[in-house]
């Protein structure tokens, strides 16, 4: 009875009392979420033009993040290091597309995702050995990006906003919204989507699949850098990055894999519940929820619509 | 779980009935009201234009497809929604238009799957192996092998099936379909892609299992020749409706069918 | 040459559906099972067994149990570490309530503890297909790992988090624990591993495995003729977690003696499945080689160093192992996906005509 009362109400309760410790939470939630669906937007980016699940974009945002802060440690001032880091995922897509992608180019998909495993550990063992394996600061003040909170005053109380989540949030939907036109409107946006509808139609009209390829790689590249630096700014760059953005994957079945805006929706609601599941339930179970919440919200909504939120029902034909 | 099985039903009584069944997906009406009987012992033909819901048909009596509307009866019982595998119990099997076979398994190891019905020796008898599991296995054995014999694919038992050329998958595939020993045998286009001679060797291969082993056959199939040689009965249709039905030589002079394949708007 | 079957006629479908028709594979595997049960014992280093052969060995089984689900019933999963630990802390648990409880017995009991986690883990197999299934057993590596830390109850609420193996005999002799010898420990691994394998290879060969490999190819089809696809992956996953369950077992009480959560994480689950990824999918055989060669490498990197006196640090060759494993898996999904098992047959297959080409 009283396990009953700890599980259903009274969690609620608490809500009710301290709505600022709420909306709070909410506000934290928000922004794990944006973040999370920025490690989406990488894997849906790829998934969309090449049809390969890319494992290794969680490994992406970390590599990227280590390289950025690696060169700046060496000395290279803050913008150039910025710039040749990103010159540093063109040429990782470059190579991605050259070693890995062209010679498995007719294999079954799960080979594809399989090749990804590799590279993510090829990218976990050479970031480390490059940049070592101890926690990094992200250079943000460097990167002129804002630090400290605001403290609104709402709901009886106080809600802390770090200005660099605020950030975050903003860069993110600009990226969004920047890909979305890049998408509809330019050349090389109607030859990716050309590429995902199908990549035989693609060829035949002329479209070179190892250039849009590359430059679909790069493109999750750089949302990767981008990622890295929002996330290194808040909390430290190291590898324990990695098994936070496995948290994509949930994000991905609730939003569907090549939708964009479904990775954004799907990344607000993983961040929001995982959030809210640790601070008001997580107490009944011991802490640390966190590790696998955002699995069983993503279970959950596979039972009852096995295609996610955004996906397509697949009707099989024989 | 098994179907329900009807009392076994004599040569020329109705084997299978289709009932006013209709299809739809989503805004597609891929079968409308459509309505034709199988008799035991015969040699049924699904003709029709391309796109007329032929395959749909077959979809619908494996029990992969659910029609919105009418029904099926079988050996007698009429079925609600049924399972695909249930439809394998009770007694259907089928090939497909794209050879759907184990593409991973030998030619041997294919057929022996088609024994998968009949065989019951339990997990811990599988995990022993020697002893129960292992005489079933040899006794299934010794049937794959007189279906073996049968389609004289002998030297290809051991070949892994995605390396065989299309018409031995398609006898491959047949194969497996008389590995269930099924009353009735479904065939989606059983000729297609095979030049002559294979078309001879399968019509051979079909009239024998239909003499041999008294399995009632309804296949879809665009060669007409093949279709009036093979058939006893023929059933069109076209756009999802059924437009003719009766002896092929009824069929090739309606004058309905004649304008469907000449593509007249009707 | 060496390698032909010219004049060995079958005539009997039993004797054909052997595990070992080929004259030459029965005296292979019989000089093989020799030398493992009897010669290595009495002639190979304690060094050798303990680093090598008792770990390469238990993770064959992990291995095989893995490819029972992935590699023959298609269905990839990234949550061996986890059902591994279900093994070992299931185990664990096992002795502290059964202490007369022969140490044997309570190692295959807690691979069927682990089998009971892999049917509830593959529940949702029933409407989750694909990838979003390999999703739900990352959801089962995740959640499991963090019971393994969470959960007191598991290692008796020992400060450390850690669980300690107790000392158990059988017949007299120690088995686990710190009295027992190298050799001992040895030979129960091989035991247990040999029977387990012959159990596969004849679950593979029967109905069951065909049904499996049925469901991996199209299971469309398989449905159609008959195999129900539900219970056949959820016995997939009930064989396969008990396999990696007993593996678990093996590994805490027959070699390390000690286990915390981090001995049973994702990347414990990686390492399995680049073992059967290199090694082959879908070949028991291949299960061997992978482990073999996935744990053996760091071994062999270390063993180099060391004599040749390179001066790296471990971290740096923990590193560039990681760089290697991928790099392999990359090279093998290019080169040669059916792995090293696929190796193994072409070689046969040239010693079949050698000393012509072909």
Redesign the interface.
Known sequence: MHMLYMIFVDPFVQMGSAPDLFAQTLWEGLVAGVLYALIALGFVLIFKASGVFNFAQGIMVVFAALTLVGLYEHGVPAFLALALTVGVMLLLAIAIERLVLRPLVNQPEIILFMATFGLTYILIGSGELIFGGDPKVMISDKLLLPSGAYQIKMLGGFVQMQKIDIAAAIIASAMVVGLGIFFQKTRIGRALRAVADSHRAALSVGISLEYIWVVVWFAAGVVALATGIMWGARSNVSFALEIIALKALPVLILGGFTSIPGAIIGGVIIGVGEKIGEFYWGPLFGSGIEDWFAYVIALIFLLFRPQGLFGERI?ER? | ?RAPSGPDVAVGEVLLSVENVSLS?GGVKAVSDVSFDIRKGEIRAIIGPNGAGK?SML?II?G?YHPQQGRITFKGMTRAKM???E???GGI??T???V??????TAL?NI??????K?H?G?FW????HGP??EE??EH??RV?EIIDFLKIQEIRRTPVGRLPYGLQKRVELG??LA?EPDLLLLDEPMAGMNLEEKEDMSRFILDVNDHYGTTIALIEHDMGVVMDLSDRVVVLDHGVRIADGTPAQVKSDQAVIDAYLGVAH | MLYREAGQFKT???AD?ALFPIRQDQIGIILILLVAFVVVPLTASPFMIDSFLTPILIYSLAAIGLNLLTGYTGLLSLGTGAFMGVGAYGCYKLTTFFPGISIIVLIIGSGFLAAAAGIVFGLPSLRIKGFYLTVATLAAQFFLSWCYIRVPWLYNYNVSASIEVPERLVFGIPITGPTATVTTRYLVVLAIVTVMTW?AS??I????G??W??I???D?????????PYQTKL?AFAVSSFYCGVAGAMLVFLYLGNAESESFSINQSFLVLFMIIIGGL?SLLGSFFGATLIYGLPIVMRMTKESFGIGVTSATLEQINFITLGTLIILFLIAEPSGLARLWQIGKQKLRVWPFPY
């Open positions: 009707i024989i | 779980m997906f395959t979809n494996n992969f399972r695909p595998y439809a394998a119990y099997a089928r497909f238009q794209n759907a076979l184990f593409r991973g398994m190891d022996m799957a088609g024994r998968s019905l065989m020796r997990f599988q995990l022993l192996r599991a292992l296995e040899v054995r010794r092998e497996r379909a269930m | 009997s479908y039993r559906q159990a004849n679950l060969r029967g109905r069951i065909r049904a490999m049925a991996r190819d199209m469309i089809a398989a449905e159609l003729i008959g195999i129900k016995l879908g």
